[in-house]
């Protein structure tokens, strides 16, 4: 598929861009974009939350009342957790919260999200943007060109940029990554998708 490609004060230009159908044309597999998403949440969390149980907290470990004749439940130590002060039972401990999903379907669900995107008219492909100092004002007057200030925007680069990503770093809802780092959760989660010309090898040659 052939598409527009505009310039970085956000006009289009008269040059078209050449699309990989296979990318930006598939039936959409919902379920591999879930479990992608998934994943990717999943990879963010530490994992370090931890509550102390009846063996680590402080407290006497005396029999606090014979065993039977009292009307009531048994109980041990004043550490048990049905007593107020005592241990918590079957409280979180520290783990892994990551899974394996296989890489053809990481790159299923990529293309997923991009031909949704490109469905519902939010994704941009741009000419290649550089900037010769880090300056936050370039980027918002960059994103007013394109009407997406204040909202979350998500732009594709083809390689590393410093002075890009610190300049978009201070600006709430923008987000800049690099081309090889492209994932579902970021596509989905921005309103715009820009992704820059020299970019687009990077993508076909990821997810083909």
Known sequence: MKVALFDTKGKETKKKVELSDGIFAVELNEHAFYLDIKLYLANQRQGTHKSKERAEITGSTRKIKKQKGTGTARAGSIKSGVFRGGGRMFGPRPRNYSFKLNKKLR????????????????????????????????????????DLLG??????????????????????????????????????????VMLCEGSLNVIEQNLS
């Open 107 to 146: 790159k299923v669900a990529r293309r997923s999200a991009l031909t949704a995107k490109i469905n519902k008219g939010e994704l941009i492909i741009m000419e290649n943007l550089s900037f010769d100092s880090v300056k936050t004002k370039n980027y918002s007057e960059f994103l007013s060109n394109f």
């Open 151 to 192: 909202k979350k925007s998500l732009l594709v680069v083809p390689e590393e940029n410093k002075n890009i990503y610190l300049s978009a770093r201070n600006l709430k809802g923008a987000k800049v990554i690099v081309a090889s780092e492209l994932n579902s959760y970021d596509i989905s989660n921005a309103n715009k």
